[in-house]
């Protein structure tokens, strides 16, 4: 349900983020490193925003004063307090090595100020440079980490953001286990760097549960020697762990403890594995009861399965579309090769016309009857027609003359029509050979996978679902777009009854707990593909009007479909009016959607559908194409036309026009296409129309769409006033589709 009040949610956030703070600076206040204070709360108060820094800073402040410790934390709190100066003038967010900076210089100038008070200036310094940078570093990667979570919402871990994210992970393990709770024998770092190594070695193996191991002894070790002694058989006991093949998160917790237990053991039991024992049973308790929520949306470690999923996923893209454009191909030839039932319609419709009112057809087509058709099959093979060649079958013909005459001319009729159509049907034949060429190369051209970050255990988990419920796919590849929402390409047999798509979303939002939409459906000779996402934030709500110049009927198509990720709008103008048009609008929109869902770029579906329009539907044919795509996910518009009316776009309160002098499709032997990609967010509207609106109207139009009224009033409103706005003599069929980007409430 949308919130009345959506700002509170932003008031609470930063309320429990405060407060959480606030504990943190307190809880850190007395946390070492190395035998000397920790420098974790100099870091943090450095690289957080300005509100959240105070509270950790009086949080500490606090803990110091009740607990009487402020003399020995002078050093850090004065560190904090020239951060928080520094701060209140200089604008530090999002800029890690300026946060960085800030963070060193602070907590140099403070300890050169409180060893000059003391003293001991002169044996200091180089020890507070040291401290400063190392609290500069750790800062500084601090605030890479809170900016690559605040643009990607995602923890990548690797390259920069991963050596960044270790160098967190070490010094909050540190800080935590430096930590005292009592008198309970409990180390909360190795209890948290636990958890951790369990996680990476059930999630990404042996070399997960390896790396983080290693990094929590790494953060014991800077806490104090004792501490990274008794974390020291962490990293083997997850490494072993990971060898297991994916179970049930009990088993491998179970496994962990026995191997853990193990090697404490081995390795000399001593007062200090009571405590290890103990901290180590608390992570595991802790990995059992968040496993459940762990998802890889959040987190990128390694490919995600990418170098095992990345070609297959482009050897199926590429074979999908290659059957679509084998498919286009088989339309073409079954059209060239409709010759030969004309010329048998014409022979047949010239002896119908001579016998027709014949007084002997009677006796020729009863006791004559073979005779008389054998006759006239051998006319239709003559290649001279004459008085010495007539067949002897027809001798007793009373209407020689008439027949020789008919058959004459059919032959001359099909002789022109031959020398007509050479030139298109070598076309035609071309177009073929082209296709069936691309058919071939498509099979090795890589597919664009940037921004894709792929999952294989979504892949495997909904391939397994399907399976268990008897809607078995052939491959399925789920991957996160660039917006960070799951999408799933599912490539299915062909079959006569195929599953729904809504059983099939049902199935797989049943699995992974989220909802799902289904895309269109694309079908060629060999399979089918079907595309299942997340709704994206956005969504476009497209209304359609439409009259017809005469009873005969609109020639004008529309269409709107979606990829899983993209939705497209799609006007076709077919050549004149009346059923005709509609057949010549009906067949390129359908051409270009198919195309478009088997994976084809835009403007190369266009150039396609161009040159093998007067193969797929007639010579003499063509057909307007204006196509609209609307990227839901980074708020972008893509118009695409060819021979289109203009279009007309609200945004921002402003209206724009956009026009392209272009042709038709398919009636150019080369395509004239214009493409361009404009901003189009939540409230901006956009209307497409056909060349039965007249440029007269613009202004109505505008002031429509500046009134804000919906899509659908819109829509009507132009198409009623269209013929007002008109003065041409002759009436033209009149199509406005509006749409408009909204809020998708799906996503609420």
Not at 180 to 186: M, Q, S, Y
Not at 406 to 422: E, H, N, P, V
Request: glycine share 10%; with cysteine.
């Amino acid at each position: 349900m949308q919130e009345l009040f959506p700002g509170s949610r932003r008031v609470r956030t930063g309320a429990v983020l405060t407060a959480a703070a606030f504990l943190g600076g307190a809880a850190l206040s007395d946390a070492s490193m190395a035998g000397v204070a920790s420098f974790a709360d100099v870091s943090i108060a450095g690289a957080v925003a300005l509100p959240y820094s105070a509270a950790l800073f009086t949080g500490g402040l606090l803990r110091c004063v009740i607990s009487g410790t402020v003399g020995k934390n002078i050093v850090r709190l004065t560190a904090m307090l020239i951060a928080l100066t520094v701060r209140l003038f200089a604008d530090t967010d999002g800029k890690p090595a300026l946060t960085g900076g800030v963070a060193a210089a602070s907590v140099i100038a403070a300890g050169a100020g409180v060893s000059a008070l003391i003293g001991e200036l002169p044996y200091k310094l180089f020890f507070y440079i040291f401290y400063g940078a190392a609290a500069g570093a750790c800062s500084g990667c601090i605030s890479h980490v809170l900016l690559s979570l605040r643009r990607q919402r995602l923890l990548r871990i690797k390259g920069i953001s991963g050596f960044a994210y270790g160098m967190v992970f070490t010094l909050l393990i540190s800080s935590l286990s430096s930590s005292r709770i009592g008198g309970i024998p409990l180390d909360i770092g190795l209890a948290a760097g636990t958890a951790a190594s369990l996680a990476g070695a059930y999630f990404y193996g042996s070399v997960g549960g390896a790396v983080c191991g290693v990094l929590t002894v790494c953060g014991a070790f800077l806490a104090s020697a004792e501490n990274g002694a008794a974390a020291s058989l962490l990293p083997a006991a997850a490494l072993l762990t990971g060898c297991i093949k994916r179970q049930k998160y009990s088993v491998s917790a179970l496994a962990f403890v026995v191997t853990s237990f193990l090697l404490i053991v081995l390795s000399g039991f001593t007062d200090q594995s009571i405590r290890t024992a103990v901290s180590e049973l608390c992570g595991v308790v802790i990995f059992v009861l968040a496993a459940p929520f762990w998802s890889d949306r959040w987190i990128a470690a390694g490919d995600g399965g990418a170098g095992e999923l990345l070609p297959e996923l482009i050897m199926a893209r590429n074979r999908h579309l290659s059957g679509i454009l084998g498919s286009v191909c088989r339309d073409i030839e079954s059209v060239a090769g409709t010759g030969n039932g004309s010329e048998k319609a014409d022979s047949r419709a010239e002896q119908e016309t001579v016998c027709s009112d014949c007084w002997k057809r009677s006796v020729c087509h009863s006791s004559e009857g073979m005779q008389t058709e054998r006759g006239f099959r051998i006319l239709e093979s003559l290649p001279e027609i004459t008085s010495e060649t007539f067949p002897y079958e027809l001798a007793g013909c009373v209407r020689r003359e008439r027949i020789m005459r008919a058959f004459g001319q059919m032959r001359m009729r099909k002789m022109s029509d031959m020398a007509l159509g050479l030139g298109s049907r070598g076309t035609v034949c071309s177009l073929s050979e082209q296709l069936k060429l691309s058919q071939e190369l498509l099979r090795t051209v890589r597919a664009d996978s940037d921004g894709i970050r792929f999952s294989k255990p979504l892949s495997e988990r909904i391939e397994s679902r399907l399976e268990r419920r008897g809607a078995e796919a052939e491959r399925v590849f789920a991957y996160y777009n660039a917006a960070g929402r799951i999408v799933a390409e599912l490539y299915l047999p062909e079959s006569d009854e195929p599953e729904s798509d809504g059983r099939l979303c049902d199935l797989i939002a049943d699995e992974l707990g989220v909802q799902v939409v289904s895309g269109c459906r694309s079908v060629t000779g060999e399979g089918q593909r079907l595309i299942v996402s997340e709704p994206a934030g956005l969504s476009a709500e497209i209304c359609t009007s439409s009259i017809s110049a005469d009873d005969s009927g609109c020639g004008d198509t529309t269409a709107a479909f979606s990829d899983g990720e993209r939705q497209y709008i799609v006007l076709s103008d077919g050549m004149g009016c009346g059923a005709e048009a509609a057949r010549i609008s009906q067949r390129t929109a359908e051409l270009f959607r198919r195309l478009v869902c088997g994976g084809a770029e835009l403007t190369a579906a266009v150039r396609l559908i161009n040159s093998v329009i007067p193969a797929y539907i007639g010579e003499e044919s063509f057909a307007t194409l204006d196509a609209a795509c609307v990227d839901t996910d980074r708020g972008k518009l893509t118009l695409v036309k060819s021979g289109a009316a203009d279009t007309l776009i609200l945004r921002g309160g402003n209206v724009m026009k956009v026009s392209a002098s272009t042709f038709p499709v398919g009636i150019s032997g080369e395509a004239d296409v214009f493409a361009a990609e404009y901003d189009f967010t939540a409230g901006d509207t956009a209307v497409m129309f056909s060349d039965g609106v007249s440029e007269n109207e613009y202004l109505f139009i505008k002031e429509l769409l500046l009134g804000g009224g919906s899509p659908g009033a819109i829509a009507e409103e132009i198409c009623r006033k269209a013929e007002v706005f008109n003065q041409a003599s002759r009436s033209d069929d009149v199509t406005v589709i509006v749409f408009r980007v909204t809020e998708n409430s799906q996503k609420i």
